[in-house]
C-alpha cells in the first residue's frame, strides 16, 4: 500500500516562499516519475511541476515556470517543491503523485498554500 504524505503548506504573504515535502511509503520511489498537483476551490486539480526518476529532467507548467523548483531525495523517498515569489493565485491544497494517470496512487491528504494580497 502506497501512502503519500504531503507538508510545509500554510499562510504567506504575496511575494514570500514555502517549501513542500512530499514522503513516499510502500512503493519503489527510485524509478517513479513524480509530480506536484494543486487544486484551487472550484477549480480542476492541475499538474504545476514533475520529475523524472533520477531528477534530471524538470517540466513545469507556465504558471509557475520561474519561481517554483522541484526537487527529489530517492534515499529519503521524498519529493520537493520549492516556491518562491508566491502570489495569491497559487493559493490551492497541493498534492504530489505520479505523473502517468494509470500509475498514480490514491491520493494524500494534500497540504493547503494560503497566499494573501
Known amino acids: 500500500q502506497v501512502q503519500l504524505v504531503e507538508s510545509g503548506g500554510g499562510l504567506v504573504q504575496a511575494g514570500g516562499s514555502l517549501r513542500l515535502s512530499c514522503a513516499v511509503s510502500?512503493?519503489?520511489?527510485?524509478?517513479?516519475?513524480m509530480g506536484w498537483y494543486r487544486q484551487a476551490p472550484g477549480r480542476q486539480r492541475e499538474l504545476v511541476a514533475a520529475?523524472?526518476?533520477?531528477?534530471?529532467?524538470?517540466n513545469y507548467a507556465d504558471s509557475v515556470k520561474g519561481r517554483f523548483t522541484i526537487s527529489r531525495d530517492n534515499a529519503k523517498n521524498t519529493v520537493y517543491l520549492q516556491m518562491n515569489s508566491l502570489k495569491p493565485e497559487d493559493t490551492a491544497v497541493y498534492y504530489c503523485?505520479?505523473?502517468?494517470?494509470?500509475?498514480?496512487?490514491?491520493w494524500g491528504q494534500g497540504t493547503q498554500v494560503t497566499v494573501s494580497s
Open positions: 503523485n505520479h505523473i502517468i494517470a494509470t500509475m498514480r496512487y490514491n
Open positions: 510502500g512503493s519503489i520511489f527510485s524509478i517513479n516519475f
Open positions: 520529475i523524472s526518476s533520477g531528477g534530471s529532467r524538470t
